[in-house]
């Protein structure tokens, strides 16, 4: 088959996470072929893919959000103004941020050539928006919402126009921008839409804006509303939507996805890779690895000041970040911080081969405000290295065990952003060594009975032949000839 993965601000630009699962799955199933349609915020990063795609990846499509600031056009009204009532209707409801036809907005924008500018600057635009705002945003200056709901909307209207490419089945890795492209590819084609998601991608937009200060108070609802009106359209259209963990699936369910089209995919490691890495030998020191990227959501300051206090209390201890820069002024931010609080015991490694480097630690640590399943998480449980994290995303099962695993413990849970309760939880293993080669032991042998990496591939090639099945997908040949004949047309 050849199938589109639509994914956004992921693989293939940035190293880690959902872009280091996606690149090994698609290097795993040769048998199929890959389509890329990648969604980045900044166009000077065309072309700067930090991977060497596998021979299977036949076609790369690049979208930059930016890209819709540069848009120029007359305002065509007419279009608008004119137009069946059928788009009247699903126009006003994006304004509305509603529930819009998108298979009527993505004909319109589409098929139809329509111009994001010749509706946002038309008369039809201005009437449906001077209603909306009198009813919903009484006591806000007209400029200020006007201002903000165009920012919303425009790249939503740019990214329904431009070039959709063919394939079998679309595959978006998220739901917001990309869930959107996956349901246009769908319409378009007449092809099935899946959704994985590893982390909820809607309520992890609600936590940043809720934080957010460049947002104005009285539009943060707005906002939040925004991501949730991009997210039900692929729970509406999906065949098939997963997720790594029971809760996630539940949330999925909770903000509107049909039960009977969720699916629990659990991550997986390479277990052979990590299960015989050899503990760290004694040395007197007590060495502690944080393999995260450099960016916001992963806090690592909060890390910072926890580790500070943890000196405070033994001198023993070492901490290592092992990754990558993703937000660089965050990373200036976070460098400063260590100076600031004098930690000569942290080392900033960069972006490392985890295998290579987990001999080194005793121990891991990972401080996120919001995560899916981290890989990071298993690859140290698999090398019999316990983890204290953050009580977020699918952590505490993989330390505590599903409902029916007996197993035990395999580290620490605590609270995000708690740093009394970091510290706690580190000195906890600092102390003893007998106690995480106890959790380790635990940690690994969850990995070897539920997180394998055989295990999750072999789930997401019964999801494609599964899907092919149910809507008598071409096999690969009949899929180039297919394809042939549509191109020609």
């Not at 601000?9 to 959902?18: A, E, L, N, Q």
């Not at 997720?243 to 539940?250: I, K």
């Not at 901490?319 to 931010?333: F, M, P, Q, R, S």
Request: proline share 5%.
């Amino acid at each position: 088959m050849r199938i589109c993965l639509v994914l956004e601000g992921s693989y293939p630009y940035v190293y880690g996470g959902v872009s280091t699962w996606m690149h090994s799955c698609i290097r795993s199933m040769p048998e199929h072929e890959f389509v890329l349609w990648v969604i980045g915020a900044n166009a000077k990063d065309r072309g700067r893919f930090v991977y060497e795609l596998p021979p299977n990846v036949v076609e790369v499509h690049e979208v930059f959000l930016d890209d819709a600031l540069r848009l120029r056009g007359e305002a065509k009204p007419q279009p608008f103004t004119e137009e069946e009532q059928a788009a009247q209707a699903a126009l006003e409801e994006l304004v509305r941020l509603g529930s819009p036809d998108w298979a009527v907005l993505f004909r319109l924008f589409g098929e139809k050539k329509a111009h994001p500018l010749a509706f946002l600057q038309s008369r039809a635009f201005m009437q449906m928006f001077t209603k909306i705002c009198a009813e919903e945003y009484p006591y806000t200056a007209f400029a200020d919402a006007f201002h903000t709901v165009r920012s919303m909307l425009l790249p939503v209207l740019y990214l329904l126009t431009g070039e959709v490419p063919k394939a079998d089945l679309y595959h978006a890795i998220c739901t917001g921008y990309g869930g959107l492209l996956a349901c246009r590819g769908g319409s378009t084609f007449h092809r099935p839409v899946l959704l994985t998601e590893h982390g909820i991608y809607t309520r992890e937009r609600e936590e940043e804006i809720i934080r957010a200060e460049w947002v104005r108070p009285d539009f943060k609802e707005r906002w939040i509303r925004f991501f949730y009106m991009l997210s039900e359209q692929i729970y509406r259209q999906a065949f098939r939507v997963t997720s790594l963990f029971t809760s996630a699936r539940s949330i999925q369910i909770g903000m509107g996805c049909p039960a009977e089209k969720c699916v629990v995919i659990p991550n997986g490691i390479p277990y052979e890779t990590f299960c015989g890495i050899p503990l760290k030998a004694e040395d007197g020191w007590v060495d502690i690895g944080a393999l995260v990227r450099l960016a916001p959501i992963k806090d690592i300051k909060t890390l910072l000041y926890a580790f500070w206090e943890l000196s405070a209390r033994r001198k023993n201890v070492r901490l290592h970040i092992l990754g990558g820069v993703d937000d660089a002024e965050y990373a200036a931010e976070c460098t400063a911080l260590a100076r600031q609080l004098g930690l000569e015991n942290v080392r900033f490694t960069g972006r490392v081969d985890s295998a290579a480097y987990l001999h080194r630690l005793d121990f891991t640590v990972l401080t996120s405000i919001s995560e899916g399943q981290p890989l990071s998480v298993l690859e140290s449980l698999a090398a019999r290295r316990p983890c204290v994290t953050t009580d977020v995303g699918c952590c505490r099962e993989l330390l505590e065990g599903a409902p029916g695993d007996t197993l035990g413990r395999a580290g620490y849970c605590v609270p995000p952003m708690y740093r009394q309760g970091l510290a706690d939880a580190m000195e906890k293993l600092c102390a003893s060594r007998a106690l995480r080669e106890k959790l380790g032991a635990v940690g690994q042998k969850r990995v070897a009975q539920d997180y394998r990496y055989e295990q999750m591939l072999e789930q997401y090639r019964a999801l494609y032949a599964e899907t092919a099945q149910a809507h008598g997908l071409p096999d690969q040949t009949d899929s180039e000839e297919l394809w042939l004949e549509l191109g020609s047309n």
